[in-house]
């Protein structure tokens, strides 16, 4: 024989017995109809509780999501008017710094550094107000998903 072909016999070491378990059959009682009743009700006020947990769940979930949607929305918008604002007050103070290369006496300085402090004060007034206006819309319009979800809840409540 070629050594490809022998295989030696496998003797087992040690050996289980060979048996089998025993069936132990549960024995069939029946429920009593008011404990099924009971936990039948359970069940379906539990389900029932279950509903109305995931219906709030995903009414808050739309409401934040209305939230986060106008609070960025309004974070955009008053950004974009800050850099806005930003251009045009760098603008003005470039012509400002153009329009006193010009000047041929130190009266017509201190009248022009009159001037531009005037219309300055007066544009960064306006600007502040319009950038208070817009802050407080913003605040308006995030609040207003959430005081409309308090008041469904509370409404639901009563």
Same mark, same amino acid.
């Given at each position: !024989?070629?050594?490809?072909?022998?295989?030696?016999?496998?003797?087992?070491?040690?050996? !289980?017995?060979?048996?089998? =378990?025993?069936?132990?059959? =549960?024995?069939?009682?029946?429920?009593?109809?008011?404990?099924?009743?009971?936990?039948?009700?359970? %069940?379906?006020?539990?389900?029932?509780?279950?509903?109305? !947990?995931?219906?709030?769940?995903?009414?808050?979930?739309? =409401?934040?999501?209305?939230?986060?949607?106008?609070?960025?929305?309004?974070?955009?918008?008053?950004?974009?008017?800050? !850099?806005? =604002?930003?251009?045009?007050?760098?603008?003005?103070?470039?012509?400002?710094?153009?329009?006193?290369?010009?000047?041929?006496?130190?009266?017509?300085? %201190?009248?022009?550094?009159?001037?531009?402090?005037?219309?300055?004060?007066?544009?960064?007034?306006?600007?502040?107000?319009?950038?208070?206006?817009?802050?407080?819309?913003?605040?308006?319009?995030?609040?207003?998903?959430?005081?409309?979800? %308090?008041?469904?809840?509370?409404?639901?409540?009563?």
């Amino acid at each position: !024989m070629t050594e490809a072909t022998y295989k030696a016999p496998v003797v087992p070491l040690f050996e !289980m017995p060979k048996f089998e =378990m025993p069936k132990f059959d =549960m024995p069939s009682m029946e429920m009593p109809a008011a404990f099924r009743e009971f936990a039948e009700k359970g %069940v379906a006020q539990s389900k029932d509780a279950y509903d109305k !947990m995931k219906a709030a769940a995903e009414q808050h979930t739309e =409401m934040l999501e209305t939230v986060y949607s106008t609070a960025s929305k309004g974070a955009t918008e008053y950004g974009q008017k800050v !850099m806005e =604002m930003t251009r045009a007050n760098t603008n003005a103070a470039f012509d400002f710094m153009d329009s006193l290369f010009g000047v041929k006496s130190p009266s017509e300085l %201190v009248e022009l550094s009159t001037s531009h402090a005037r219309s300055h004060f007066e544009k960064l007034s306006a600007q502040s107000k319009e950038l208070t206006a817009l802050a407080q819309k913003v605040a308006t319009d995030t609040a207003e998903p959430i005081k409309t979800g %308090v008041e469904k809840a509370m409404k639901k409540v009563a």
